[in-house]
């Protein structure tokens, strides 16, 4: 049986002052969403691997919710329920370094 199941690379992300990929080496997952944390303040930016600082090259910019509400959150799915989304292929950055973005990774795993 397949069932769509937490991936071990969900989380907060630790960023420091440059954009990092959500994970070091090759994994693939179904679906992704990154979102600022509650409480914290920097906005967090999301690309490929040309993603700046400057926000140059972002495919979303999330502003921050410091005094609860809802965030905003960035996500993709692949629609046809495979793993085909490479957590290694996208970079995360928080304006403030420190700041730790939530990542949630749902990959399909056969149990």
Known sequence: MTILSPSAEAGPLTVSGAPVPIAASSKLVNKLSVKPRLGQWSKVLIG?????????????????????????????????GQNTIDLS?????????????????????TV
């Open 48 to 80: 490929g691997s040309n993603l700046g600082a400057d926000e140059s090259n972002a495919m979303a910019v999330l502003y921050p919710v410091p005094n609860g509400g809802q965030a905003d959150s960035f996500v993709v799915q692949d629609e046809g």
């Open 89 to 109: 292929q996208i970079y995360v950055y928080a304006t403030i370094p420190g700041d730790t973005p939530m990542v949630e990774a749902f990959e399909y795993k």
